[in-house]
């Protein structure tokens, strides 16, 4: 028998890891603003062009005014820009370095896990007792391991040969103790979990530094990031936009020589930076950052960042029906009484048919008799003789002085029953049998009284899922063994587009390449070694934590809690993380009309006073009103840091409907909110006497 | 403003826009190649030519294809102008053109800009003019037209790579669409009161006993496919303002019908190519609203008269007909300057250096805003796919999904194509009008003073860089430095362009056309047109914000304010 009460060795506690660190953790920001400072480095910031160029910039009117200052010259506004040029810069590296810090934690904890293993190395497979000590990190693919009760699993491997339960918390955050064993769906085991009970010998399937725990780690850390495709694209959009400003400002140096003189270059510095996108190029990598991140506290590991994107775009998704859209057990959910007999009184029979039943099938019977009838069950009344069920009979119920109480296969009870069954009893039964549930008959004293309908239940609130995924264009597919007829009868009882029935791997494979040419993308979640190819045709293929080494490393997600259900919940993630680029993308973008109004004015008011006109937010002066725009545009970067780790909000409304109200919010909203952000800062500066 | 202004300018547009309906369906027969009346012909150009209709061509190979037939249409024309002097059809005995203005005009009318350092009657022989410049005419407006065609293409299908054939395309625009309408045209503005002639000028003596040169020739179908094909060169030197190549309101307002229908109606080929007519119709919606308001801000700018002429006690009723005639009216040449703006065309009916200074802005930013309102045609519809390109995937992010129009994902090589085009605009007009203000050469061609200068030069450069060719007037362009630099300006304002947007369909073409569903952006619409406009403003005009506000907007706030230079 399997000790499985010990407690949990070591590891974080799901609850831990979901809450996660909170928006606003002092530690977290402490060490940010610490790591933002190392993040000024040249050699990393080139990575992102919009805010490469600011710091350029900065260092440039850094030593302009330092220039001025040595000269004996005015450098007050000169010194006030570079400054907040800086911080611009500074804000930027900060957002970043909050983003990676929430991640940091959960590294440290999963490092523990890694480091302190030692295996057990067979030196002969078939004699388990021949082992010497081997440090874990030595391993290689194809080394057989023993793991006894107490031990850490060492690396990656498949279990050969014995059965254990362990823990696996450090990875999932789940402390409840799992069965592996060797054979069958429940094989794989992950390096740096415990085994709490018995033996297991692993064969180690993953080479030192490429575990699934270092991955893991590399990922909740940020450290092996690439930028994903759409984040590329972005970045190039950008770039573009970054170049084109740069051009427009330089230029302008040939314009105003024209009929006056050039604005100096501090106060082209600030236009420039007002203009180019810094609000965005700050904020992106951060956002994608958050957005790995928020899968990882929903416990689902993605193998790269462009497996989340592509889970935003997923238009079909396949969805076992046992498990993710029904319990997958079987419940009471009709009584059908037989001719003659009386509702209430087939579930008054029922329920002491099932006093004694301590089975979910016989639980689900006092239940649906006590919300559908107001049975309340009692307790096993004295002298009462309880019937257990046998695999012969196939019937259980309970003896009682006012009679016996039958329920079971309804061919042994009709066997018993004296006379020819009635019609409309056939009947009922063969039409529960045909919708894909279990009918069970119940007796009084060899008289049959009735059928129970026992039939899987879809979980309540799926329809309404369904229904909002479908207005995101999502169809779903639900795939089961069940014949066509009982397949048909639930996927319009949970609302599903489309099913599959009696599903061989073969077919699911089949579905997902016919979806997949007529242009759709594609989403599974599976376990099995079978479910391996469809799991690495499709576009999200989510495998379980619990599943076999082959399905793991098929899918491009993994989800530590072995929730198939959370598919749908991946899927948002995907879109949140894209919508808030969107979002932030398009504010940054449209600010820049603002910021026209504010500085233009302002830098000709030498050659062209009249273009005062254009000054709609009455900025108290040219000084005021350019130093107001930098300031604005650098800590509009900071305000806008808690939505780019949160995520724009998300709501399944079609998407015209959600582009509508997005547009309205970041586009609009992105062109009026610096009107307002700036004059209030030309206030507060007039305030105290700064400009 | 008036009512009766506004119903002039409604009904022209009207007109218009009826007309592109139905020539939109018949674009897309020319592009399917379905048309066969002309067949025979058409075999006996590809039997001679040597060209195989049906042979596809990836991106590079119809690029290929376009770059060698400009090249080649450059060569000739080049050669034609500096040689006009020993060939035939010269009755006014005109010299060959100087090497810098044979380059720039040669380059201008193969660019379907059509920019003019030079006027027709005082330099050009009726040789150059019809086998030359009208030829041209011809085929730059047909390499527009086939490109669209080659971009539609990339949408309508999926993983593909061809594209279509160059020639092929080429053949079919010239025959079945540019040939048939130029003919009716022609005929219709011969009838207005157009020569079309090759007699040599006429002598005549006025009342007053001087004796005036008339000059004649070949002008009316050389003007027809002037406006169908958006090229805006002008067979006499001031445009449609001579009486010749605009006798009247009529011939104004078929000028401008003319210069909208193909560039509208390929706006609705883009529909029924990629199957799907709304689509069409929102980039149609796009470029008419912008045409629309365009329009509104002109006339309302030059109705309200200039501050300085109404203190000299002029009717303000009048507004302000400096540089515009009355037989055209002030709506018609707000309408016509809107359009020729818009549509990259360039002919003229007014002088816009006379405009307000806010008059003249709107055709400045116009063209400035790419070209693309409704553009020239095919690379007005080109030029609008950038944008919608670049619309959807700024904004597309936004419902949640990688950004995709019309079922094609927009990724990274994309957007660093579509980025490299909107590039060209800004870099070119920015860089040579701002090098120009300051280098003494090309600064002694501006005669004005104060931002009115700094206009006509960025307006040059504008001009030559839309490929719109209109001049804004005033600068005294016949110089090596600015026929040089021009010629650059155009050259980059066309092939610069076009290459990446090419090398954009390429990218397209290849990728699997996705399904759509209502998780999809939808591109069709008011909000997508809305979006469309937004960011054609924001992406394709802000930048030039600046050099704006040192010319016409100072300009206009200065007057405003009285002060003169």
């Known amino acids: ?691 | 403003m008036s009512w009766i202004g506004w119903a002039q300018i409604a009904l022209v547009l009207a007109l218009a826009v009826a007309a592109a309906i139905p020539l939109g369906r018949y674009m897309a027969a020319v592009a399917h190649g379905r048309l066969r009346f002309l067949a025979p012909v058409e075999a006996l150009i590809y039997r001679t030519a040597g060209i195989d209709p049906v042979r596809g061509m990836g991106w590079r190979g119809y690029t290929l294809a376009m770059l060698a037939a400009n090249a080649a249409g450059f060569a000739l024309l080049y050669a034609l102008l500096r040689l006009q002097g020993a060939l035939p059809l010269n009755p006014q005995g005109f010299d060959g053109l100087s090497p810098y203005l044979a380059f720039n005009t040669a380059i201008s009318f193969v660019t379907n800009t059509n920019w003019q350092a030079y006027s027709g009657e005082a330099a050009m022989s009726y040789l150059s003019q019809m086998a030359g410049l009208t030829v041209q005419n011809f085929l730059s407006a047909a390499t527009g037209i086939a490109l669209a065609f080659a971009v539609c293409r990339a949408f309508a299908a999926g993983g593909v790579s061809q594209l279509g054939n160059f020639w092929a395309d080429l053949v079919r625009i010239c025959l079945y669409l540019l040939l048939p309408i130029s003919l009716v045209l022609g005929l219709a503005f011969v009838a207005l009161g157009m020569p079309q002639t090759l007699s040599p000028y006429v002598e005549a003596t006025t009342l007053e006993g001087a004796t005036q040169t008339i000059p004649l020739g070949p002008a009316a179908f050389q003007v027809a496919i002037k406006h169908l094909g958006t090229n805006g060169g002008g067979f006499f030197g001031v445009n449609a303002l001579h009486p010749f190549e605009g006798p009247g309101a009529l011939a104004a307002a078929l000028q401008i019908i003319a210069q909208q229908i193909i560039p509208f109606g390929l706006a609705l080929t883009f529909g029924h190519l990629v199957g799907d007519r709304r689509q069409g119709r929102a980039l149609l919606a796009v470029m008419l609203g912008y045409v629309v308001v365009a329009t509104g801000l002109i006339y309302g700018a030059e109705a309200g008269g200039n501050p300085l002429h109404l203190a000299f006690g002029i009717d303000p009723a009048q507004g302000n007909m400096e540089g515009k005639d009355l037989r055209f009216g002030l709506p018609l040449v707000a309408l016509f300057t809107a359009t020729t703006t818009g549509a990259s065309c360039g002919a003229v009916n007014a002088m816009f250096d006379s405009f307000t200074p806010l008059g003249g802005l709107i055709p400045l930013f116009l063209i400035q805003l790419g070209e693309v309102l409704p553009g020239g045609v095919g690379s007005g519809l080109y030029g609008m796919l950038v944008f919608a390109l670049l619309a959807v995937f700024v904004a597309g992010l936004m419902v949640g999904r990688t950004p995709e129009y019309l079922g094609k994902k927009v990724q990274a090589r994309e957007v660093k194509l579509a980025m490299l085009a909107v590039l060209v605009l800004p870099a070119t007009i920015l860089g040579l009008a701002s090098l120009s203000l300051v280098l003494p050469a090309a600064v002694a061609s501006i005669p004005a003073q104060g931002p009115h200068g700094l206009t006509e030069m960025l307006y040059a450069y504008t001009s030559a860089a839309g490929n719109n060719g209109s001049a804004f007037g005033g600068l005294a362009a016949d110089t090596p430095w600015l026929d040089t630099t021009l010629g650059l300006a155009m050259l980059l304002g066309r092939f610069a362009y076009v290459v990446p947007v090419m090398g954009i369909a390429g990218a397209l073409a290849l990728k699997p056309k996705l399904a759509a569903s209502t998780g999809t952006f939808p591109t069709h619409g008011p909000l997508f047109a809305g979006l469309l406009a937004g960011v054609i403003l924001i992406l394709g005009g802000l930048q030039f914000m600046p050099a704006l506000a040192l010319g016409p907007l100072a300009e206009h706030f200065v007057l405003a304010a009285g002060r003169t230079f």
Do not use: C
């Open chain 1, 1 to 691: 028998m399997l000790d499985i009460t010990q407690t949990p060795h070591q590891g974080t506690t799901r609850r831990d890891r979901r809450a996660g660190a909170a928006l606003g953790d002092p530690a977290i920001l402490r060490h940010a603003a610490l790591a933002a400072w190392g993040k000024l480095d040249p050699r990393h910031l080139v990575r992102n062009p919009v805010i490469f160029v600011t710091e350029v910039v900065a260092m440039l009117v850094t030593i302009l005014a330092a220039r001025a200052l040595w000269l004996g010259e005015p450098w007050g506004f000169q010194a006030g820009i570079a400054a907040w040029l800086w911080l611009t810069v500074l804000f930027a590296t900060f957002a970043e370095a909050v983003a990676e810090g929430r991640g940091r934690a959960q590294a440290d904890s999963l490092r523990r896990a890694r480091s302190e293993a030692m295996a057990k190395l067979l030196l002969r497979g078939d004699d388990r007792t021949l082992w010497q000590p081997r440090n874990a990190t030595e391993l290689r693919p194809g080394d057989l391991v023993l793991v006894e009760a107490g031990d850490l699993i060492p690396s990656d491997g498949e279990v050969v040969e014995g059965i254990a339960s362990v823990n696996e918390a450090a990875v999932t955050g789940e402390s409840a103790p799992v069965i592996r064993e060797s054979g069958g769906d429940r094989s794989a085991v992950t390096g740096g979990t415990l085994v709490v009970s018995d033996w297991i010998v692993v064969r180690i399937t993953a080479a030192a530094g490429s575990t699934f725990l270092d991955r893991m780690i590399a990922l909740v850390e940020g450290a092996s990031r690439q930028k994903t495709p759409n984040e590329i694209a972005l970045d190039i959009l950008l770039a573009g936009m970054t170049i084109i400003f740069l051009i427009a400002v330089a230029t302008l140096v040939g314009f105003a020589s024209w009929n006056g003189e050039a604005p100096s270059v501090p106060v082209l510095a600030a236009l420039l930076v007002t203009l180019i996108p810094t609000t965005i190029g700050g904020l992106l990598s951060a956002i994608g950052i958050a957005g790995m991140d928020r899968l990882v506290r929903f416990n689902v590991l993605a193998t790269s960042g462009r497996a989340v994107e592509a889970a935003g775009d997923v238009d079909v998704l396949l969805l076992d029906k046992t498990g993710t859209i029904t319990f997958g057990n079987r419940q009471a959910a009709a009584f059908l009484p037989a001719p003659g007999v009386g509702e209430r009184e087939l579930a008054e029979a029922a329920v002491l048919a099932s006093l004694a039943d301590e089975t979910p099938e016989g639980r689900s019977i006092l239940a649906f008799a006590r919300e559908r009838y107001g049975v309340e069950p009692m307790a096993l009344p004295a002298g009462a003789k309880v019937v257990p069920f046998t695999a012969q009979t196939r019937v259980s119920g309970l003896d009682l002085p006012q009679g016996s109480y039958r329920k079971g296969a309804v061919d042994t009870l009709l066997q018993g029953a004296p006379g020819e069954a009635p019609v409309a009893f056939r009947s009922a039964v063969d039409r529960i049998a045909r919708s894909g549930g279990t009918p069970l008959a119940v007796a009084k004293n060899s008289r049959l009284l009735g059928a129970i309908e026992l039939k899987d239940i879809v979980k309540t609130g799926m329809r309404a899922r369904f229904d909002a995924l479908r207005r995101m264009g999502i169809r779903t597919v639900m795939v089961t063994g069940d014949n066509r007829l009982t397949a048909a009868a639930i996927a319009a009882e949970a609302g599903v587009d489309d099913f599959i029935a009696e599903a061989t791997p073969e077919d699911k494979l089949a579905y997902i390449r016919r979806a997949q040419a007529e242009g759709r993308l594609v989403a599974m979640a599976g376990d099995g070694t079978n479910d391996a190819p469809a799991l690495a045709q499709a576009d999200v293929g989510l495998a379980m934590q619990t599943g076999t080494q082959a399905a793991r490393e098929a899918g491009n997600m993994v989800d530590l809690d072995s929730d198939p259900t959370k598919l749908i919940e991946v899927v948002e993630i995907g879109k949140q993380l894209l919508i808030t680029r969107g979002a932030l993308t398009t504010f940054s973008i449209a600010n820049d009309v603002a910021k026209y109004f504010a500085i233009l004015p302002a830098i000709f008011v030498a050659s062209y006073p009249e273009l005062q006109a254009l000054n709609v937010m009455h900025l108290a002066s040219p000084e005021s009103a350019i130093l107001s725009a930098v300031i604005f545009n650098a800590l509009i970067i900071v305000a806008l840091v808690p939505l780019a780790l949160r995520g724009v909000r998300y709501s399944a409304i079609g998407a015209a409907a959600l582009l509508r109200r997005n547009l309205l919010l970041y586009g609009v909203g992105g062109i009026l909110a610096p009107f307002l952000g700036i004059k209030l800062i030309d206030l507060l500066l007039q305030l105290l006497g700064i400009a």
